[in-house]
């Protein structure tokens, strides 16, 4: 009789299952999840001297997670944010002392009310803009010197700032922002408030000089303070947690912190720092923060230096509950159409 053989081939010692190709997903906010290459960082070998100065995060890595690099040890967050802070105070303190000076020659005062540091409200906005704004190249370089990573890995996972991509969000941006307006026009009608409290008009002699320091400095002044917040912290707090929220609440937290807003204004900056860390981590980078606080920025100052209120344009406090109105419809409409927008465009969110 014939029997027919077996087509399997003889045993043999057993082999591991086949492992798919590929790294494997890495799921936002995950507790636990190694990086998206699937080498956890510890692993890596230890640092030698034949390293480059500037190493970048494995590739596969959230933005929250390009702090982890093979170079990382635990002091680095640490003494970057102390380092930071010292050339934070100098550099504002460096921006100031040079703002009284040129305001001598060019003959402002100094001593403004109300906590104004020249008589001059445009003079004064400018260099509070400008001390702020000092701090980008503070940013920069303890991200290269400390943490020995590029500086660019702080605006995206890409290692730089995208464009186009930024363009588009300022676009949305923009509406958002004039919808929010909107929504709070209409809670003060609904709720009795006089509409003549939002909008004024000195004209264009004292409006132009005020709307050219706006534009020309907020975009830095913004920026530096998304740096700062969503780009230093999250990261910081990122190279030691795998998950994104414990830095992007604190941050959040922090950012607030530094605005001397009460009771509403408090539940409004959060919510605003809140959403921009998230979108930094989902959209891999600060493009869409950016936009948003540029835009916003431009908006409050414009219509301060339109109805002549620029003197208290840095000033912060309580401000009226209708506002969380315009805060719930700017916020969320952004919110949306961004993460919309950035899965059809395929925006990187992970490093390459």
């Not at 003079?123 to 701090?135: K, P, R």
Request: with cysteine; net charge positive; glycine share 12%.
């Amino acid at each position: 009789m014939h029997v027919p053989q077996d087509p399997r081939p003889a045993a043999g010692p057993l082999q591991p299952p086949a492992q798919p190709p590929g790294p494997p997903p890495h799921r936002f906010g995950a507790p636990g999840a190694p990086d998206a290459s699937g080498v956890p960082v510890e692993h890596f070998p230890p640092p030698s001297r034949h390293d480059p100065w500037l190493v970048p995060a494995p590739p596969g890595s959230r933005y929250d997670r390009l702090a982890r690099t093979r170079l990382h040890a635990w002091w680095r967050p640490v003494l970057g944010t102390a380092v930071g802070l010292a050339g934070l105070m100098l550099a504002g303190l460096a921006v100031i002392l040079g703002g009284a000076t040129a305001g001598v020659v060019a003959g402002v005062e100094i001593g403004g009310s109300d906590g104004q540091i020249f008589t001059d409200p445009v003079f004064d906005l400018g260099i509070n803009l400008l001390a702020i704004a000092a701090v980008l190249p503070v940013v920069y370089g303890v991200v290269a010197w400390i943490q020995r990573r590029p500086p660019g890995t702080l605006s995206s996972v890409v290692g730089r700032l995208r464009w186009r991509w930024m363009a588009r969000c300022t676009a949305v941006a923009v509406g958002a922002v004039v919808l929010g307006q909107a929504a709070v026009a209409v809670t003060y009608v609904a709720t009795g408030k006089n509409l003549g409290d939002m909008f004024g008009w000195v004209g264009w002699e004292r409006f132009l000089p005020a709307l050219a320091v706006t534009l020309l400095l907020v975009p830095f002044q913004a920026a530096a303070e998304e740096y700062v917040f969503r780009g230093w912290l999250i990261q910081a707090f990122g190279a030691f947690l795998s998950n994104p929220w414990p830095g992007i609440l604190l941050s959040a937290a922090g950012f607030t912190a530094v605005h001397a807003y009460i009771d509403w204004g408090v539940i409004d900056v959060f919510a605003f720092g809140a959403l921009m860390g998230w979108l930094a981590v989902r959209t891999g980078g600060l493009e869409a923060a950016i936009a948003l606080h540029v835009a916003n920025n431009v908006l409050a100052f414009g219509v301060s230096g339109a109805d002549g209120s620029l003197s208290e344009a840095l000033k912060q406090g309580s401000v009226p509950w209708q506002t969380l109105a315009g805060t719930v419809v700017q916020l969320g409409l952004y919110a949306i159409v961004v993460v919309v927008m950035a899965g059809r465009r395929r925006i990187e969110t992970v490093s390459r």
